[in-house]
T-cell receptor, first 114, second 114 residues
């Protein structure tokens, strides 16, 4: 079975400050990792994904994430956030023995303050 | 532009009513999913379908059923709505070309059962 833990339910940060949203996963096989963003009153949109290869993955809107197999983590980072980044962020995992089924973490609400 | 469309953004239903949530995708995707989103719990998979007339239970299927008569349409049915089914419901679709394909989400239906 696979699972995802997002360690922070809310992250307040000031505009132009850096941010890291933490994600840890558990799985007994090779994994594929995703970060999705949900803006208020909208569905989920893919930010970035790790499938294989380079452990540093760059996504849309200046976000990046690093896959760390030894720590089973896939933390999301942005060097300088904007007010428009205020949203809920979901980490998700899939694996070869889970088909196309994504398992999601509980979500982290990023609140960017002016 | 790829699209997953959910028929209603907001619904209010009475306890005991039979409720239908409809989802249509225009990407010719094989896989379709219904998730339920609750604060702090992230997204939990209710049912998914990998082909017409095929369905598989997800993590929380109790109280729900699904129908997929056409490839583009996936319906979620609450046989007898209860107040604990008040939630945000998200539909998603993905291609079957690989286990690591991206899922595309609809805008969500916020269901309130009174």
């Amino acid at each position: 079975a696979q699972s995802v833990t997002q360690l922070d339910s809310q992250v307040p940060v000031f505009e132009e400050a850096p941010v890291e949203l933490r994600c840890n996963y558990s799985s007994s096989v090779s994994v594929y990792l995703f970060w999705y963003v949900q803006y208020p009153n909208q569905g989920l949109q893919l930010l970035l994904k790790y499938l294989s290869g380079s452990t540093l993955v760059k996504g849309i809107n200046g976000f990046e994430a690093e896959f760390n197999k030894s720590q089973t983590s896939f933390h999301l980072r942005k060097p300088s956030v904007h007010i428009s980044d205020t949203a809920e962020y979901f980490c998700a995992v899939s694996s070869d023995n889970a088909g196309n089924m994504l398992t999601f973490g509980g979500g982290t609400r990023l609140m960017v303050k002016p | 532009d790829v699209k997953v469309t959910q028929s209603s953004r907001y619904l209010v239903k009475r306890t005991g009513e039979k409720v239908f949530l409809e989802c249509v995708q225009d990407m010719d995707h094989e896989n379709m999913f219904w998730y339920r989103q609750d604060p702090g719990l992230g997204l939990r998979l209710i049912y998914f379908s990998y082909d017409v007339k095929m369905k598989e239970k997800g993590d929380i299927p109790e109280g729900y059923s699904v129908s997929r008569e056409k490839k583009e349409r996936f319906s979620l049915i609450l046989e007898s709505a209860s107040t604990n089914q008040t939630s945000m419901y998200l539909c998603a679709s993905s291609s079957s070309t690989g286990w690591n394909t991206e899922a595309f989400f609809g805008q969500g239906t916020r269901l309130t059962v009174v």
